[in-house]
């Protein structure tokens, strides 16, 4: 049994998500990933959904984003994946849903998931989940996850695009509470930073981009958006490549509502202009591929 890839020479393309995504990623972090990935994409759902890290060219990038995450559990997964390989580049997708709120759910996240996965009731509920997905394939949004990204975008959509974005902005309007306020956690911030500084010192190149917001989302939150971006940018260096996808290079982007799948997340045509902005200059900084050590 070795559902997770735990053990042994296991290949690229072998496994995938069938369920309880933070706890098989974290899995994966131990062997399969470090196998047979030369980096990582990191980050919230907003790194994971529609992220192809394929379309990344001459890089062999696993998108170990999750769905819910917080940064302090997503920093324990990837400082495993770092420990346990000779990751080349760690992608980081940066925005204020990362830093809202911090702490590490041990029941999805941590070693005591490692002996779990040998022989557990969590196992005998993990294999229910995988038989109903693989009795469910149409609708199974972990189908193309062998590199790690999930699609949603054979879901209905309650609306337009449009509606559902000009939705986010009332939703933000009315409310009060910290994920919709940008707050910072401290927990969270200090997890952030740790998670940046034990990249470097391993030797891995850092790539962070700030995820997109619709243009009219985000001017509505651009003054919160600025005290949030201003404490990130602290932790950042001059080593690390930044891009800043809310900026008036990807109005494109931005301004086209076919490019948010919710309101929120990108959809497949979204994501390809942020994998393509990412390809182009990760090659750029490797000199074209990976000649460059």
């Known amino acids: 049994m070795n559902e997770f890839g735990l053990f042994g020479d ?5 496994y995938r998500v069938w369920g309880y995504e ?7 972090t131990y062997n399969y990933i470090p196998r047979n990935y030369e980096a990582i994409l990191v980050g919230p759902s907003y790194g994971n959904e529609a992220m192809d890290t394929r379309k990344i060219a001459n890089f062999s990038v696993y998108n170990l984003s999750m769905n819910g995450v917080k940064v302090s559990e997503l920093r324990i997964a990837a400082e495993n994946a770092i420990s346990m390989g000779e990751m080349k580049f760690m992608i980081l997708c940066l925005d204020p849903y990362l830093t809202w709120t911090g702490g590490v759910d041990e029941g999805f996240i941590g070693p005591k998931m490692y002996w779990s996965s040998l022989g557990s009731m969590f196992m005998l509920k993990y294999y229910l989940i995988k038989r109903r997905q693989q009795a469910q394939s ?3 949004p972990f189908s193309k996850s ?13 609306g337009t695009s449009e509606e559902l974005v000009l939705r986010r902005i ?3 309007r009315a409310s009060d509470t910290p994920i919709y ?3 910072i956690d401290e927990e969270a911030y200090f997890d952030l930073g740790e998670l940046l500084s034990f990249t470097r010192a391993a030797g ?11 243009k009219a989302a985000y001017d509505v939150v651009e003054d919160e958006y600025a005290v949030f971006k201003g404490r990130v940018d602290e932790l950042l260096n001059d080593d690390d490549v930044v891009i800043d996808f809310n900026t008036s290079d990807f109005d494109d982007l931005r301004t ?3 490019s948010f799948r919710d309101g929120y997340h990108l959809t497949p045509k979204g994501a390809d202009v942020v994998l393509a902005t990412l390809s182009h200059t990760i090659n750029a900084f490797y000199g074209g591929g990976r000649r460059r050590n």
Do not use: C, W
């Open 10 to 14: 296991v290949g690229p393309g072998e």
């Open 22 to 28: 933070k706890t098989t990623k974290y899995l994966f």
């Open 138 to 140: 149409t609708t199974d």
């Open 146 to 158: 062998h590199t790690g990204f999930v699609d949603y975008s054979h879901l209905p959509q309650d």
């Open 170 to 172: 009332e939703e933000y």
């Open 181 to 183: 306020r940008m707050n």
């Open 204 to 214: 891995v190149q850092i790539f962070a981009y700030y995820y997109p917001k619709a």
């Open 256 to 258: 086209d509502y076919d």
